[in-house]
C-alpha cells in the first residue's frame, strides 16, 4: 500500500540518517563510551610546549601515553599536572631523582618515587593508579595480555593517566625524541644549557603525526617552544638532566 505524503514524512523522521557521517559519529560516540572517555572531556594540563603534541591539547584521564626512553619528556609532562594538584607516582627508574625532578618543574610535595618494584612492577603500578593521578612506568618485562587490559580499566575507573617508557597497546598518543642539539658552550668554554629536539607524535585520532621543535630541557629548566636556533651562552648552569637525558 502507497504511503501518503503525510506518513511519508513522518517515517522518514523516524528513520536514523545513514549517511558515512553520520555513522562514523555515531560509532565514534558509542566507542568513546565504551572507553570512558571522550574527545571534549577535561584533560590535565601540560606545558604549552607540548600540548599541541597531544590529542585534546593535554592528558586524557583513563588513558597511557608510550614514551621514548628520555627522563626529560616524562618529568616535563608530569609538571604542570603536578603544579595544579595532581599527585604523580614514579615506578621503576631508579636513576631518576628529585633534583631532576624539581628542574623540570615537578612539584616534590605531589611525586611518590617507588625505584625498584620487583618482578610485580605492573601489580604496583595498577595498585598506586588507584590513588595517584599520573603514574610513570618503565617497564621491566612483558605483562600478559589480560593484567595489561585489567590495568586499563583500572585506569578508566579511576580517571588515571599513565606514562609508560617503551610500548604499549592501546596508547593514547606515541612520543618520539629525535634530532638533539646542545647549546651553551662558547669558544671551548662555558656548559651544556639546553638542548632543543624535535617531538613527533603519532595518535589515532590523528590522520598524521605531530611535530614540534622543544627546548628539553631549557636554560632555566623545563620545557619551552624552541622558536630558533639555540644561540651559544657563554656561561651558563649545567641542569641536572644535562647529564641524564
Do not use: K, N
Not at 536514523?16 to 565504551?34: C, H, N, Y
Not at 630558533?228 to 644535562?242: D, I, K, N
Amino acid at each position: 500500500m502507497a504511503l501518503t505524503a503525510s506518513r511519508a514524512r513522518a517515517f522518514s523522521d523516524r528513520t536514523p540518517d545513514r549517511t558515512p557521517e553520520a555513522e562514523v559519529s555515531r560509532l565514534r560516540a558509542q566507542l568513546d563510551r565504551m572507553q570512558g572517555r571522550r574527545l571534549d572531556a577535561p584533560v590535565l594540563p601540560v606545558s604549552p610546549a607540548l600540548s599541541e603534541l597531544l590529542p585534546g591539547g593535554g592528558l586524557r584521564p583513563g588513558s597511557a601515553y608510550s614514551l621514548p626512553m628520555s627522563s626529560a619528556l616524562l618529568l616535563a609532562l608530569m609538571a604542570e599536572a603536578s603544579q595544579t594538584g595532581s599527585w604523580c607516582g614514579v615506578v621503576g627508574m631508579p636513576q631518576l631523582g628529585a633534583e631532576a625532578a624539581e628542574a623540570m618543574g615537578v612539584d616534590l610535595s605531589r611525586l611518590v618515587l617507588i625505584p625498584e618494584p620487583g618482578p610485580r612492577w605492573l601489580a604496583v603500578t595498577a595498585t598506586i593508579a588507584d590513588v595517584l593521578t599520573v603514574v610513570a612506568v618503565r617497564p621491566t618485562g612483558r605483562a600478559p595480555d589480560g593484567e595489561i587490559a585489567r590495568l586499563a580499566g583500572r585506569l578508566r575507573e579511576r580517571g588515571a593517566v599513565l606514562l609508560v617508557q617503551g610500548p604499549w597497546p592501546q596508547a593514547e598518543a606515541i612520543l618520539e625524541v629525535d634530532d638533539p642539539q646542545w647549546s651553551g658552550l662558547g669558544r671551548g668554554h662555558g656548559y651544556l644549557a639546553e638542548r632543543a629536539v624535535t617531538i613527533t607524535s603519532s595518535s589515532r585520532r590523528w590522520p598524521v603525526p605531530h611535530r614540534g621543535r622543544v627546548l628539553l630541557p631549557a636554560a632555566g629548566g623545563g620545557v619551552a617552544p624552541a622558536t630558533q636556533a639555540p644561540a651559544p651562552l657563554e656561561r651558563a648552569e649545567l641542569t641536572p638532566l644535562a647529564r641524564t637525558g
